[in-house]
């Protein structure tokens, strides 16, 4: 079974307006850490934000915040106010355990277009 | 400071052809992580070298796989001989060893390999 879930293969936002990108993971791991990356057209994957299984509060980088349902094992993006920039592939990663320093389980992204 | 650096960026070969991929991780980053997406799939983690010794190769496909991290620097990741099967964007990825949850992998533009 897939640990990484995005149900959304493609969204559309208008530029200046909130869009959610959902993620699901699955997990007996009590500690992990849940990782989203942006990977414009250029191909570089580009870190956006992190989540950590024991954190009380969500994530939250500037125009990028991280519902964090633990119960409902859910991570999902919000990218507040979009921008023509941000149209590209987002990826939803997870880390388990405590080997910090572990591999990462990817889901298979969600492209977004803003539209202007 | 310059981020991880891959090499080729685009490599086209024929079934039965060798091919080697090269990725320089951030200087000072311990850690270093191969993965490929294959057919627009998920990102799937192939190894994970500390320095020079491989922590964990439990994804790679097959024999004809060979990662090297000679002197705990830049990485090789040889294919051969290449199958149609192969084909997909191979991604590097590094991080320091910081022993704690928060650990980013920062990751490269990856290689596309096209295998004809």
């Known amino acids: 079974a897939q640990k990484i879930t995005q149900t959304q293969p493609g969204m559309f936002v208008q530029e200046k307006e909130a869009v959610t990108l959902d993620c699901t993971y699955d997990t007996s791991d009590p500690s992990y850490g849940l990782f989203w990356y942006k990977q414009p057209s250029s191909g570089e994957m580009i870190f956006l934000i992190y989540q950590g299984s024991y954190d009380q509060q969500n994530a939250t980088e500037g125009r990028y915040s991280l519902n964090f349902q633990k119960a409902r094992k859910s991570a999902n993006l919000v990218i507040s106010a979009s921008q023509l920039g941000d149209s590209a592939m987002y990826f939803c990663?997870?880390?388990?355990?405590?080997?910090?320093?572990?591999?990462?389980?990817f889901g298979d992204g969600t492209t977004l277009t803003v539209k202007p | 400071e310059a981020g991880v650096t891959q090499f080729p960026s685009h490599s086209v070969i024929e079934k039965g052809q060798t091919v080697t991929l090269r990725c320089d991780p951030i200087?000072?980053?311990?850690?270093l992580y191969w993965y490929r997406r294959v057919m627009g799939k998920e990102i799937k983690f192939l190894l994970h070298?500390?320095?020079?010794?491989?922590?964990?190769e439990s994804g790679m496909p097959n024999n004809r796989f060979l990662a090297e991290r000679t002197g705990g620097t830049y990485s090789t990741l040889k294919v051969q001989p290449a199958e149609l099967e192969d084909s997909g964007v191979y991604f590097c990825?590094?991080?320091?060893?910081?022993?704690?949850?928060?650990?980013?992998?920062?990751f490269g533009a990856g290689t596309r390999l096209s295998v004809l």
């Open positions: 200087s000072g980053h311990d850690n």
């Open positions: 990825a590094s991080s320091q060893e910081t022993g704690r949850p928060k650990n980013i992998q920062y």
């Open positions: 070298f500390v320095k020079e010794s491989k922590q964990d």
């Open positions: 990663a997870m880390r388990e355990g405590f080997r910090y320093a572990g591999k990462s389980t």
